[in-house]
């Protein structure tokens, strides 16, 4: 982390408020404090600040300060405390932070990063020449499983490869807005190509009645999700069923090994201690 | 209280304390960095690990409390050790990490030699660093003409931002940042806005906050240091001045708890290059309305002239606000040995009077207690201006909660939030007949504190204005009466009597075109234009407003080059001392006036300071009890006295809090603060 300062005078606006949206929800806010508490709802604001403006400029930090009745110092010392504060304009199409941590690491954040540097600007928190797109890199954001994975706005998008990250930000540039999650053909977390595990129960063993009816409704609604047609997933359930047995493997990409960590392919299971059983 | 086993030595202590001061009491030292007696603790600096029986870790001592120990498994009392191996390590350890972004540059620091880092490394140093990065460097910040920084210094105690939100009442400092890239900053490299800023100096453990105007001047080993009171308010902070040679260097505050605690304003601390400044160092006589410089007989001989040639009715004396009682005593023995009843050193139209008592002009709750009053009734006076270090303490009597403050006068940002009851005379009227909130507020409280400053005083309803607030202060065993004088010598004035004998002419009768001559003792806070074309013997230390009216000069000493005493507002006794000579041909007041009643044929009974002082405490022995406040003598006369109100606004009579005084006026660097805070002044107007 380095040393975070206000941007420059030139980039700061000459003044900023609230929406009348956001004046009436800071009024609702404000009175969730007993009074003379009121500086408990600085990062509520802060947030709404950048929120409305994408970044916190310096009169936001003067106008919060006042709306709170607070020093202006003790403001932007929660400003620049909290990472998640842009003190810095940031595109205007995208804000992508890389999270460049461990998991995302070692499945490839460092590709992910080469491309922002690339196509956006060689260091982060600079704006890209059009002015679209800045970057920078984050600290895990709990979507480990998808790795590697980056967050824009509010939206994350995962299972990234340098490619389908181009697209991504291609996507963005066009206007577009790009599905969110992740990026390859899994239900969330969960194994590429559909569901693997737990089948007998989607087949109806042992389950409360109407589960059945909820589950199929879920599958449904993933498949349409994933443009997968319904009844494909119906029979994909099936097969899945079949090459379901004890003793057998499976790791976090999806990929089957036998008892005794042999991969179908004929590969060593590379972490046997580290899968899942699911027999 | 609570039991406690500090190096094996079992102590008493209140459940309430923290380990440090435990075991200090004990006798133990401990190392400490963040922790400060007068601030909250804030448990970051780690220096002062101890160790607690039980306990898995060494613990930060200043932030456990005494109580929060749990006994042995028998019910022993809890053991704590501050001299084993694993609390040296632990220290060491802390030290180790604090030295290792902080620049060994002692030799061209100027906190070396009176350095806590320096010297704990002293004690729990190693000799080299096991680090091989590049050290932080950290950009220097701009936080005022009197705070240097050097700020890669700095080890983030945040004893700086403790002081300027909790005791300075300002909030201007701030940490920005986190972890290792904190940085301790004002609001975009603005200059604080407090009066007590210069306290940062002295609270930083470190060199990173430093005096700018004292910079690279000395080492304090080179230093003789004088231990003395600050005369710039009436206050009466004790100071230490440190000299070199003929030169005050500095003003360092000195530890008081009656009456300053441990601060001093910026204006006694910084008035150090006004003392130089803008000096009288010869007589001058007026010769064909040119000042012209002369020999100290040329000067007496012009004096003696006039004396000759005026009627006493026509001869006056006013005393200004840096006057001693030594002095005081000596030109009112002068003035009564020439027959002159005209005597004064209060300011034009003030309605004190010491023939009330002593009671009716003291500050008689005394500062120490204004932490027991239970309200506080401010009128006519901005005690942030008028007293910087006063105000800290009613601000921290209403940071501890429960207590009504109330003011009638200039509304002000005080640091502390009041209800504001008006403007003047009016508002105390309604005061007094019970309207309002504060009132009820202030009827219930048991020990009200009632401050009157100068601008309600001096007025022509003064007298009523002292005893509305002698009666609403008055309770059983407790006289709230505050009076907040502005000048350093006010009390000891009326104290030796230096007011108008009988049929004598006051201050404004005085300026009001009632004398021929005038001897102004460091009078400058007068309008002197209403002295019209009186002869005017000015006896001062600065060329300013006196001097430039004055007829015949005599040069005098200034604060820190004479031993004086002063009374405080509050009516404790105190005692200047000299930490450097005179300048040039400078003399001190008392040997001036004793040299001039020689010429003057009134000889004054006294050849030395020894033998004035003995003259004066046997006048008035309260004198003689340095640092003691006399009994004031039971209730004032201002029972007596018919309250009857007139209508207008107290005004306060200090319009710019740095410069007071002919010191302050003649000081480059509190010129540059009083252009600050008028700056700031306009913005917030704009």
Request: net charge negative.
């Amino acid at each position: 982390m380095a040393v975070r300062r206000l941007a420059p005078k030139e980039v700061q606006p000459a003044s900023f408020a609230f929406t009348a949206e956001n004046e009436a929800w800071a009024a609702a806010t404000i009175a969730k404090y007993p009074a003379g508490r009121e500086a408990s709802a600085v990062i509520p604001f802060l947030m709404r600040a950048q929120d409305q403006e994408g970044w916190v400029s310096e009169p936001a930090i003067r106008f919060i300060a006042e709306k709170l009745g607070m020093n202006t110092i003790r403001v932007l010392e929660v400003a620049t405390f909290y990472t998640q504060f842009q003190l810095a304009p940031i595109g205007t199409v995208a804000h992508v932070q890389v999270c460049g941590t461990t998991p995302c690491m070692l499945r490839g954040a460092e590709d992910i990063k080469h491309v922002c540097q690339n196509r956006i600007h060689h260091d982060p928190f600079h704006l890209s020449a059009d002015g679209k797109f800045s970057w920078e890199e984050v600290e895990c954001l709990g979507s480990c499983v998808n790795a590697p994975m980056v967050l824009i706005d509010r939206d994350t998008y995962e299972d990234l490869t340098p490619e389908s990250f181009g697209q991504l930000l291609d996507a963005f540039e066009r206007g577009e807005t790009p599905k969110a999650g992740t990026q390859i053909d899994r239900p969330h977390g969960g194994p590429a190509g559909g569901e693997t595990t737990l089948t007998e129960m989607l087949a109806g063993a042992g389950r409360p009645a109407g589960a059945d009816d909820m589950i199929a409704a879920n599958m449904a609604a993933q498949g349409v999700a994933r443009g997968v047609d319904p009844s494909v997933l119906a029979s994909a359930s099936a097969q899945a069923d079949v090459s379901h047995k004890p003793g057998a493997y499976t790791t976090l990409d999806g990929a089957w090994y036998t008892e005794g960590g042999k991969h179908p392919s004929g590969s060593v299971d590379p972490a046997p201690a580290s899968v899942r059983r699911t027999g | 209280m609570a039991k406690l086993i500090v190096d094996g030595q079992e102590i008493d202590v209140a459940a309430e304390a923290t380990l440090l001061q435990a075991c200090e009491q004990a006798g133990a030292e401990v190392p400490r960095f963040c922790f400060h007696e007068r601030l909250s603790i804030a448990g970051n600096c780690r220096m002062c690990l101890v160790e607690v029986k039980g306990s898995p870790k060494p613990v930060a001592s200043c932030a456990m409390a005494v109580r929060d120990l749990r006994p042995g498994p028998n019910g022993e009392p809890p053991v704590v050790n501050t001299r084993t191996p694993l609390v040296k390590k632990a220290r060491e350890g802390v030290m180790e990490f604090l030295l290792i972004n902080h620049p060994l540059d002692c030799p061209i620091c100027d906190q070396g030699g009176e350095c806590d880092l320096q010297d704990q490394a002293m004690a729990y140093g190693i000799d080299a660093s096991r680090y091989a990065l590049n050290k932080r460097a950290v950009e220097d910040k701009y936080i005022g003409p009197l705070v240097a920084t050097m700020m890669t210094r700095c080890i983030q105690c945040t004893r700086c931002v403790r002081f300027t939100a909790e005791v300075a009442g300002v909030g201007d400092l701030g940490a920005i940042g986190r972890g290792e890239d904190m940085e301790i900053t004002t609001y975009l490299h603005s200059a604080m806005g407090s009066e007590l800023q210069g306290n940062v100096v002295d609270l930083c453990p470190v060199g990173a906050l430093t005096s700018r105007p004292y910079a690279y001047t000395a080492r304090p080993w080179e230093l003789t240091k004088t231990e003395s009171v600050d005369v710039t308010d009436a206050v009466g902070s004790a100071i230490r001045v440190d000299s070199r040679g003929r030169e005050v260097l500095r003003i360092l505050p000195r530890l008081n708890e009656a009456v300053n605690e441990e601060w001093i304003s910026d204006k006694a601390r910084h008035i150090v290059d006004g003392l130089k400044a803008q000096r009288l160092d010869r007589p001058y006589v007026r010769v064909g309305g040119r000042l012209q410089p002369a020999s100290w007989a040329e000067a007496f001989a012009a004096i003696a002239a006039k004396v000759a040639a005026t009627p006493a009715a026509r001869i006056g004396a006013i005393a200004g606000d840096f006057a001693s009682v030594e002095e005081l005593f000596a030109l009112k023995a002068l003035m009564t040995s020439l027959g002159v009843a005209n005597i004064d050193a209060r300011p034009a139209g003030s309605a004190l009077d010491p023939s009330l008592g002593r009671a009716s002009y003291l500050f008689n709750p005394t500062i120490a207690g204004i932490e027991d009053a239970d309200a506080i009734l401010i009128i006519g006076s901005n005690p942030r201006k008028e007293a910087a270090v006063l105000n800290a303490r009613i601000r921290k009597r209403w940071r501890a909660g429960n207590v009504a403050i109330g003011l009638i006068g200039e509304a002000a940002d005080l640091t502390y939030k009041y209800d504001y009851l008006g403007a003047g005379a009016e508002s105390l009227a309604a005061l007094l007949g019970g309207d309002g909130a504060f009132a009820e507020k202030l009827a219930a409280a048991k020990k009200p504190l009632v401050i009157v400053g100068e601008g309600a005083i001096a007025r022509a309803d003064g007298k009523s204005v002292l005893a509305a607030a002698a009666k609403l202060g008055a309770r059983d065993g407790w006289n709230g009466l505050a009076v907040l004088h502005t000048g350093a010598s006010r009390v000891g004035a009326l104290d030796v009597g230096f007011v108008p004998a009988d049929g004598g002419l006051d201050t404004a009768a005085m300026l009001a075109g009632g004398v021929d001559m005038a001897f102004l003792l460091g009078a400058d806070e007068i309008d002197l234009a209403g002295l019209g074309s009186a002869f005017v013997v000015y006896v001062g230390t600065h060329g300013d407003a006196g001097a430039h009216r004055a007829d015949v000069i005599l040069p005098g000493a200034a604060v820190t080059e004479k031993s004086g005493t002063y009374v405080n507002t509050e009516g404790r006794v105190q005692l200047a001392n000299r930490a450097v000579f005179p300048l040039g041909e400078a003399r001190e007041d008392w040997s001036i006036l004793r040299a001039l009643s020689d010429v003057l044929g009134k000889r004054l009974p006294f050849d030395s300071l020894a033998e004035l002082r003995a003259a004066l405490y046997a006048s008035a022995p309260h004198f003689a009890a340095i640092e003691e406040i006399a009994d004031a003598g039971g209730a004032s006369g201002l029972g007596g006295v018919e309250i009857a109100l007139d209508k207008g606004a107290f005004v306060s009579p200090i319009k710019d809090f740095y410069l007071t005084n002919p010191a302050a006026r003649a000081s480059k660097v509190l010129a540059e603060c009083s252009a600050l805070a008028r700056s700031r002044v306009q913005v917030a107007a704009e």
